[in-house]
């Protein structure tokens, strides 16, 4: 079997360290095996995505020496192949039109004691899993929504589930996230019914991504079981941590690659030490 891995960051601000890392295991990981590393833009957020950044994106992986193979994606352009996996779940009933707010689920969550809780926090409540047909259409019709997956029938549908990671067996458990959204009233699609889909069509054999992205293959799971896609094997690697404590990440103010390239490190010398386990100054590797 041929080796296809991805690096696939969104355009939301430029790549850090930890990006650097990232890509340059899936890189390793696909070269090593004599196999494809691919390169994808996940630009499905029209608020936060920007040209200059995917600019960045492509500056910064040529200055680490990182080449990838075929052309770049951008999920910007593929909008009606998730158009058209959304429309398979909707036919068979999985989806279902969510016209709540933020605010309104979350003073849901706050009047309710039992409220569900997942591993990131209160869970959606459900409110539009049981309205009527015909107050959905009339709704449908005049209001914005998102669509969600009701995560219990997909599951009965599905039934049970397991993915590799590395040298382990996982059992998905995707009920413990809810019901997802799937598609939202700012963006067309959600990222985890874009990245399956990705995934798929560019057959990736491996996705190599950071510990932080572990949950979200539960759900990834399950579509890929409800839509008729291949898994491919997962390999979930530690997460890079800053001077303060905390893990990289363009939220936390992560120092740039641009910035270490300001500041005229040599990028041979940074990936070297990446590859072998020797980070900068003021870094450090996560536990598993």
């Given at each position: 079997?041929?080796?296809?891995?991805?690096?696939?960051?969104?355009?939301?601000?430029?790549?850090?360290?930890?990006?650097?890392?990232?890509?340059?295991?899936?890189?390793?990981?696909?070269?090593?095996?004599?196999?494809?590393?691919?390169?994808?833009?996940?630009d499905i957020d029209p608020g936060r995505?920007?040209?200059?950044?995917?600019?960045?994106?492509?500056?910064?992986?040529?200055?680490?020496?990182?080449?990838?193979?075929?052309?770049?994606?951008?999920?910007?352009?593929?909008?009606?192949?998730?158009?058209?996996?959304?429309?398979?779940?909707?036919?068979?009933?999985?989806?279902?039109?969510?016209?709540?707010?933020?605010?309104?689920?979350?003073?849901?969550?706050?009047?309710?004691?039992?409220?569900?809780?997942?591993?990131?926090?209160?869970?959606?409540?459900?409110?539009?899993?049981?309205?009527?047909?015909?107050?959905?259409?009339?709704?449908?019709?005049?209001?914005?929504?998102?669509?969600?997956?009701?995560?219990?029938?997909?599951?009965?549908?599905?039934?049970?589930?397991?993915?590799?990671?590395?040298?382990?067996?996982?059992?998905?458990?995707?009920?413990?996230?809810?019901?997802?959204?799937?598609?939202?009233?700012?963006?067309?699609?959600?990222?985890?019914?874009?990245?399956?889909?990705?995934?798929?069509?560019?057959?990736?054999?491996?996705?190599?991504?950071?510990?932080?992205?572990?949950?979200?293959?539960?759900?990834?799971?399950?579509?890929?079981?409800?839509?008729?896609?291949?898994?491919?094997?997962?390999?979930?690697?530690?997460?890079?941590?800053?001077?303060?404590?905390?893990?990289?990440?363009?939220?936390?103010?992560?120092?740039?690659?641009?910035?270490?390239?300001?500041?005229?490190?040599?990028?041979?010398?940074?990936?070297?030490?990446?590859?072998?386990?020797?980070?900068?100054?003021?870094?450090?590797?996560?536990?598993?």
């Amino acid at each position: 079997m041929n080796i296809v891995t991805r690096f696939a960051p969104s355009p939301t601000g430029r790549l850090h360290l930890g990006h650097a890392y990232s890509a340059i295991r899936a890189h390793d990981h696909a070269r090593a095996r004599g196999g494809a590393f691919l390169l994808r833009i996940e630009d499905i957020d029209p608020g936060r995505a920007r040209r200059e950044h995917i600019e960045g994106i492509i500056e910064d992986l040529t200055w680490l020496g990182l080449a990838w193979d075929g052309p770049v994606v951008r999920q910007s352009e593929r909008l009606p192949v998730y158009r058209a996996a959304l429309e398979r779940l909707r036919e068979r009933g999985l989806v279902y039109p969510c016209f709540c707010t933020r605010s309104e689920i979350a003073a849901e969550v706050a009047a309710s004691a039992a409220a569900p809780h997942g591993p990131d926090g209160p869970l959606y409540p459900g409110a539009c899993r049981a309205l009527p047909a015909d107050e959905r259409a009339r709704r449908m019709a005049q209001e914005p929504h998102a669509w969600r997956l009701d995560m219990a029938r997909a599951e009965a549908e599905a039934g049970p589930l397991d993915w590799a990671d590395g040298e382990y067996l996982v059992r998905a458990e995707p009920g413990l996230y809810g019901d997802v959204v799937l598609a939202r009233k700012d963006a067309p699609v959600s990222y985890h019914l874009a990245v399956t889909s990705d995934d798929a069509a560019q057959g990736v054999t491996d996705v190599v991504r950071g510990r932080d992205l572990f949950a979200a293959t539960h759900v990834h799971r399950l579509l890929q079981a409800l839509l008729g896609l291949p898994t491919p094997a997962y390999h979930h690697h530690a997460l890079l941590i800053g001077a303060d404590g905390k893990r990289l990440a363009k939220r936390n103010g992560a120092p740039a690659i641009a910035d270490l390239r300001a500041a005229g490190l040599d990028p041979a010398e940074l990936v070297a030490g990446l590859r072998a386990g020797k980070l900068p100054a003021g870094y450090s590797a996560a536990s598993e």
